[in-house]
C-alpha cells in the first residue's frame, strides 16, 4: 500500500473537477491509491456530507486520507485545513464536514492550509495536501497549527417523556431515511408512531410490510420501505425534524 | 497484477455505500486493482445487472473477481454465494443476478457465505469474500460447497411461424434498447415489424434514419435511434415482452 | 508510476460501458492507473467533452493517455485516433473531441486507428490503444501518420465596439456558465450587461448577490450564481451564443 486517498464532493459525474483532482493527487503521488468515497452528494450539503464521511471512515485502513470538499464558501475567509486523527486524515473547508468523522477518533491535530481566494481550491489546495499527507503520513509541514472552529455535530436524538425529537441527517439512492437515533437508543420499542401513523419495527427490508423502521448499517435507526421510497412517502429530506412517539 | 475486483452495484455515487466496500477491500488486499462496472444500475433491478455483468466478464483478464450487488433480498434467507469459474470469480447474493455470466463459464465450484441477517451484506460478507478471492485467486475456505439455486436465463428469444418472441433485457442511457435475440439467429432479415411500424436493419447509429435494428456490441439484436432515444419513442423497458414480425 | 490513463465518455455509470473500456485496459496493462475524468457527459456533446479535456489536461502528470469517447459518428468513415503532443497522448474519434486540448500542446504527430466498423469503438479500438501507448509510452505501430481533419475550437470570444459576442461552452452541475471569453481580456470591466440585466464581477461565489460573472478556474469568464443556479435563471446551456454589452 501506498497511500489511499477517499474522495468525498459534490462534484459529480458529468463534471471534469473529480477528475483533475485525481490528477493532481497522481502527479503528486504517483503510487496513490485513489477511491471514490461519494462522487455526487447533493450540492452544498455539508450534512450530507458529514454523515457519508462519519459513516465511513471506520471502514478504512488505517493512514487513509479523507479528502472532502463540500464547501459552498469556496474563495471567503472559511479556513483550509488537514486534520490527523487518531486512525485517519481529514482534508476539506473547515465547514463542519470534517468534524462529525474526526472527533468520532481522536483528533491529534490540525494544521490551517493557506487559502487560494479561488474559486477551485479541490484543485488548487485540498488535492495537493491530501496527495502529500499520502505520501508522507504526517501533516507536518502543511501550514500552522489550528483548532478546528465548526463543531457541527450530526444530532443525537432527545427523548422529552414519551416522544423522541429527531431529525433526519441523510436520504439515500433507495429512498431509506437515516435519523441520528442511534440504535441503542430504541431496542425496546417495536412501533413508533409519526404523524398518525404507526411504524413497525423491521428486521430486514423484506420483512416490512408498508413504512418500517430498521437498525441501519451506520448504527441509526432507518425509515424505510420494502422496494419503494419511504423518504417520498413521507416528504423527508435531511435536515427535516422530526417528533416520534414511541408506541409500544 | 495483484487481483482485481470488479463492482456492480445499484448503490449509485450519490452514497457511501460504493466507497465503503472498496474500503473494505483495500483493508483486506491493499494492492487489489479496483473497477466500477457499473456504479448505479436501477434500483432492485436483476435482469438488468445479470445481463451486464454477462456481457462484460469476457473482456476482463482472467482471474477478476466480480462483486455484483444488487439485492432486495438483503437480510433474508437467500443465500450469499461465490462461484469459481473457468476464468472468473463471481460474488453476490444467489438471486439470479450471477447466474448468466457463470453459466456463460464453465462452473467448477460455488461456496456458500456466511450470511449476515442485516442490512448492508456487501460491506459485511459479499467485499470481504471478493478481497480475499483477489489475494487468494480461490473460494477455498469461505464456506460450504453450494449448488446455484436461482437458474436465473435472460432467455432466448422464441421463433413462431414468422414471428420472433423476444424480451427487451436492458435499456442504455442512449435509450437503446437490447433485446435477447442473437444476432446469428436473424441474419437473413432486413426488416422487422413491430405493432405496425417496419423497423429496417442498420449497420450503424448513423446509418439510421428513424428507428431501426442493429447487431448490438453485446451480440444481441437493438432497437436503436439515431442520437435520439428509441426506448422512448416505443416504450420498451427492461422485462417488456414484444412479439416482432420477420418481415423482409 | 506504470502508465495513467484517464478516461472521458458519454457512457454514464448506470451502463457496463466505462467498465468494459476498464477491462481492455487491464489485460493490455495490468499495472494501468486508470481515472474517471468525467463518466457521464451529456450524450454526443462533443463541445463538452471537448472543452474538459482542454481544460483538465494540464493537471495531469507528463504521459497520460486521455482516451475521449463521444462519438456519435461511431461505425462511420469518421477516423478513430492516437495523438502525441509535447505533454500527453490523447486516443478517441477524430470529431473535434481531441483538438481544443491537444493542440493547446503541442502536437508532435498522429496516426490513424484500424476502424471497427462496428457500434464500440471505445471497446474494440479506443481502449486497446490507449492501454498499448500507456504500456509503450509511444503511438508508434498503431497506424500510419495522419493529419487531424476536425479543428474544432472551442472559440474565442470576439469584441466589437462595446461588445462581446461570446458562446458557452460549458454549463457545470452547479449551473455555473463557462463562456469563451479569457479571463484576461475583461481585467478593467467590472459590469456586463445581457438582456438588459446587470451582471457584476464577483471575487467569490460567496461574494454574488444575485447573477455575477466570476474568473472561473479554467481560466474562462464564467456566469454564475451564489447557491442557485446562474444558467437555469439564464436560459445559459452549452452552445447558446451571447451578446453581452461592457458596462462599466
Redesign the interface.
Known sequence: ?HG?V?V?T???????????I???I??IN??A????????????NITDAAF??Y??AA???KG?VFLAIVD?????ERSAVAVECSNHFFVGPDNGVLYPAASKERIIKAVKLENS????DG??IFAPAAAKISLENSIEGLGKIYQLNEKFELGEASVDNNFINARIIHV???GDAVTNIRKESLTKINKIKYEGMIIKRA?????CSNICF????SGFIEIVAN?SRASDKLGLYAGKNLRLELYE
Chains 1, 2, 3 share one sequence.
Open positions: 500500500m489511499i477517499a468525498i459534490d462534484f459529480g459525474v458529468k463534471d471534469h473537477y473529480n477528475g483533475v485525481k490528477g493532481i497522481l502527479g504517483p503510487e491509491t485513489i477511491i471514490d468515497l461519494a462522487s455526487d452528494v447533493d450540492s452544498f457519508m464521511l459513516a465511513s471502514y478504512f485502513p487513509t459552498p464558501g469556496v474563495g471567503t481566494r479561488g474559486t477551485f484543485r488548487d439515500d439512492k433507495f428486521s430486514s427490508f423484506s420483512d430498521i437498525e441501519g448499517s422496494k
